[in-house]
């Protein structure tokens, strides 16, 4: 069983920045696709961005490629989201999960799952 506790969440104001992180525990932690996903209120939760165990391969939703950076120290077991000019749109709960793949950006391929932590951007 692997626990996940997320951090980092708050509000903010539109151009801001902050940093979610995702500590991870349990069997297999340290070796486990990564994921970050989000659920603003009323939607589907979505794919923001991944990184695989070795923390050599990235992806990203096209929202927000170029503003978010996904990261990871193995010596921690913990997972970073640097969220950089953020907008009212990125609004949402943010979770980190557990993938039982190599690579993966659907939901139904992680099958861990933090508590979330809410981002609030204002305008």
């Known amino acids: 069983q692997v626990q996940l506790v997320e951090s980092g969440g708050g509000l903010v104001q539109a151009g801001g920045s902050l940093t979610l992180s995702c500590a991870a525990s349990?069997?297999?932690?340290?070796?486990?696709?990564m994921g970050w996903f989000r659920q603003a209120p009323g939607k589907e939760r979505e794919f923001v961005a991944a990184i695989t165990w070795s923390g050599l391969s990235t992806d990203y939703a096209d929202s927000v490629k170029g503003r978010f950076t996904v990261s990871k120290d193995n010596a921690k077991n913990t997972v970073y989201l640097q969220m950089n000019s953020l907008k009212p749109e990125d609004t949402a709960v943010y979770y980190c999960?557990?993938?039982?793949?190599?690579?993966?950006?659907?939901?139904?391929?992680?099958?861990?799952w933090g508590q979330g932590t809410h981002v609030t951007v204002s305008s």
């Open positions: 999960a557990v993938g039982s793949t190599y690579y993966s950006t659907l939901s139904n391929d992680y099958n861990y």
């Open positions: 349990g069997p297999s932690a340290s070796t486990a696709l």
